[in-house]
């Protein structure tokens, strides 16, 4: 069964720093690309970062470019997100998504999240 | 920067057909997909590539494509099928968005 494990969600004061992990099971973690998409409380779904199955591509959205780094580690099956500067703005619920075997599958898998809150 | 548009709201009635729309100029380029996200749980794919359903996905849901407009078509429309659908794209092969999501209501 494929499951991902969101952790490292936490409170942290406006320009601190946060780690987020995703720990993959079920599936061979290093034939995926992977992506971290967030959901700020009662709003829509936002893309963050895409890396890709080798960590050789990487993508940001522009509002967390420069302040964070994606990154995964294939032989412990972990995804990381590496967020720094956090804005009141990055308080959300932090999801890893799989995309499928092929790009063009899709984010056929979620994990649960974690939550980011940002506040003084 | 890139933008896919839905409507906010769709209400339709049990049994009734479904239609929600996307709209984005890089849709005739790249492919669209539709995700479900009940409250309080983590969303769904329920089409890739345009109108591929996963397995698992009822037949009732499908996808189309044309020109910069994508549509969800839920035929048969049950009490359970209420949730947010967010459609999704790339513009280019490695940056992603997000529609700003419908809510269907069924009534």
């Known amino acids: 069964e494929v499951q991902l494990v969101e952790s490292g969600g936490d409170l942290v004061q406006p320009g601190g720093s946060l780690r987020l992990s995703c720990t993959a099971s079920?599936?061979?973690?290093?034939?995926?690309?992977m992506n971290w998409v967030r959901q700020a409380p009662g709003k829509g779904l936002e893309w963050v970062s895409y890396?890709?199955?080798?960590?050789?591509?990487?993508s940001y959205a522009d509002s967390v470019k420069g302040r964070c780094t994606i990154s995964r580690d294939n032989a412990k099956n972990s995804l990381y997100l590496q967020m720094n500067s956090l804005r009141a703005e990055d308080t959300a619920l932090y999801y890893c998504?799989?995309?499928?075997?092929?790009?063009?599958?899709?984010?056929?898998?979620w994990g649960q999240g974690t939550l980011v809150t940002v506040s003084s | 920067s890139y933008e896919l548009t839905q409507p906010p709201s769709v209400s339709v009635s049990p049994g009734q057909t479904a239609r929600i729309t996307c709209s984005g100029d890089a849709l005739p380029k790249q492919y669209a997909y539709w995700y479900q996200q009940k409250p309080g749980q983590a969303p769904v794919l329920m089409i890739y590539k345009d109108s591929e359903r996963p397995s698992g996905i009822p037949e009732r849901f499908s996808g189309s494509s044309s020109g910069t407009t994508v549509t969800l078509t839920i035929s048969g429309v049950q009490a359970e099928d209420e949730a947010d659908y967010y459609c999704?794209?790339?513009?280019?092969?490695?940056?992603?968005?997000f529609g700003g999501g419908t809510k269907l209501t069924v009534l």
């Open positions: 890396i890709s199955s080798s960590g050789r591509a990487i």
């Open positions: 998504a799989r995309v499928g075997v092929a790009f063009e599958n899709g984010l056929d898998y």
């Open positions: 079920g599936f061979t973690f290093s034939s995926h690309d």
């Open positions: 999704q794209s790339t513009d280019n092969s490695d940056t992603w968005v």
